[in-house]
């Protein structure tokens, strides 16, 4: 027996805000917060949505809730609700900034820190009606990623909801300070490095295929493992050991020396993916424009000449 028809009206496109905040975070408490409400109030909303629709939009997942495969769809096409409502918003205030809306994006950690923060000032310097929200982290993208506009992830990144584009490529070499390199024998070739312990990622941990750089190292082994890339650089400015570290990241550092620049220098790319419904979002593609002319500028940095 064929379900009967829904009435449009029974949609509250309010209710769909509520959807692409749980989309957002994960969590319901989480978008309660971003919404300014309290988390029954979310879970009352999303029943109410998922009544009015007849279809399942939200599953409990190990770390939150996660979209099945109909609410991301469900997501995608609500999204456009929210710029829709930043361009009302804009109209009703008489600003002179034509470009306005919120760009949610997420990126690693360190690249997040060192380039794309500087990106996004100047983006909000020459547009004040445009709000971000950057989130970092190194995970590949998930299924969760409809909630943000744009992603800046390592390596590849694959799905039909992205449009996806290489943002470039930048080096991994090894580095350790003055201090430690003093207190050792001079390394002047690879098998010398075997003598060394190696600051890095927590293999167990290390969930970007393309940043597996260790075993290439042959006989180092690492002795100070984190998943953080700012908690690498300091463990190795304090002499744990020699980090396998990015070189935009340790080359601002005076106390830090490359160690066989020629030898070892990993080339890794950034990948820069825009969800297809926000191609077209003028807020979105300041952006990403902003994040291009970012690192063209500065690519010197993520790709430095050898023997620094």
């Not at 879970?43 to 996660?66: C, P, S």
């Not at 941990?205 to 953080?228: I, W, Y």
Request: proline residues 5%.
């Amino acid at each position: 027996m064929a379900s009967p028809p829904r009435d449009p009206r029974d949609v509250s496109t309010d209710d769909l805000r509520y959807l692409l905040a749980v989309a957002r975070t994960g969590k319901l408490v989480s978008a309660a917060a971003l919404l300014g409400v309290d988390h029954t109030t979310v879970r009352r909303r999303l029943d109410r949505l998922e009544a009015a629709l007849g279809v399942r939009l939200l599953d409990r997942g190990a770390d939150g809730w996660e979209l099945t495969s109909l609410g991301r769809d469900v997501a995608a096409r609500a999204a456009p609700l929210e710029h829709l409502v930043e361009d009302v918003l804009g109209a009703a205030s008489g600003g002179d900034d034509a470009v306005r809306g919120t760009v949610r994006l997420v990126a690693p950690e360190a690249f997040g820190t060192l380039f794309v923060v500087p990106a996004l000032a100047r983006v909000q310097a020459e547009h004040p009606g445009i709000s971000v929200e950057l989130v970092t982290s190194t995970r590949p993208l998930s299924l969760r990623g409809s909630g943000y506009d744009l992603a800046v992830t390592v390596g590849s990144a694959t799905s039909s909801r992205l449009a996806s584009e290489t943002l470039a490529p930048y080096s991994v070499r090894l580095y350790a300070s003055r201090e430690y390199l003093a207190a050792h024998d001079p390394i002047a070739t690879l098998a010398d490095l075997e003598r060394h312990p190696l600051v890095f990622y927590v293999d167990a941990l290390l969930t970007v295929r393309e940043l597996d750089l260790a075993p290439v190292l042959g006989g180092m082994h690492v002795r100070f493992g984190s998943t953080n890339a700012f908690a690498q650089l300091e463990a190795t400015r304090r002499g744990a050991g020699i980090g396998l570290l990015h070189a935009f990241m340790a080359d601002r550092d005076p106390d830090l020396v490359p160690v066989l620049p020629a030898e070892v220098d990993f080339r890794v790319q950034f990948s820069l993916s825009v969800r297809k419904d926000s191609l077209t979002v003028d807020a979105v593609r300041v952006v990403r424009e902003a994040l291009v002319a970012e690192v063209q500028r500065r690519g010197s940095e993520l790709v430095p000449a050898s023997g620094r």
